[in-house]
C-alpha cells in the first residue's frame, strides 16, 4: 500500500506542472519518450525525495518498484545530490509523528529502512527519542 500511495503521489507531482502549463497541442510526451531511461530515473528521485524521506537504497527499491532496472535505478540514485543524513532526520520525525518509539527502536526502524547504521543512528538522535 505505501508504494501505491509513493506511486501516485509521484505520479501527481510529475503531472500536475505539466497539466498546468503545457498546451493542449502540445507534445510533451515526445520529448519524455526521447529522454534515456537513466535520465527519467533521476527525474523521479527527484520528485520522491522532494515528497518524502527515503534512504538511498528505499529509493532506489522504490524505482525498481516503478519499472525501472536495478542497474538503471542504482545508476540514478548514485548520480543524484541527498543528503541522507538529512532523509534520516526527516523520516526519523515522521515516524515520532505516528507512533512512540524508543531511541533503539526508532534505530532499527531506520536501519529498516535501509539507511546505513550511522545515518539512522544520526537521524534518531536529532530527535526527542534520544
Known sequence: MKK???ALTAMIAVLAPVAA???ASAAPAASSAA????SQA????????RTMPFSKGGLADQLEYEGFSPAVANSA???IRVNWRVQAVKM???YLQTMPFSCEGLIDQLVYEQFSY???SYGAYQTNAC
Do not use: G, Q
Not at 533521476?42 to 525525495?49: G, S, W
Open 77 to 79: 540514485v548514485n548520480s
Open 118 to 120: 550511522a545515518n539512522a
Open 92 to 94: 526519523a520525525k515522521r
Open 35 to 38: 529522454a534515456s531511461p537513466r
Open 4 to 6: 501505491l500511495v509513493i
Open 21 to 23: 502549463t503545457a498546451p
Open 42 to 49: 533521476i527525474a523521479m528521485a527527484y520528485n520522491y525525495i
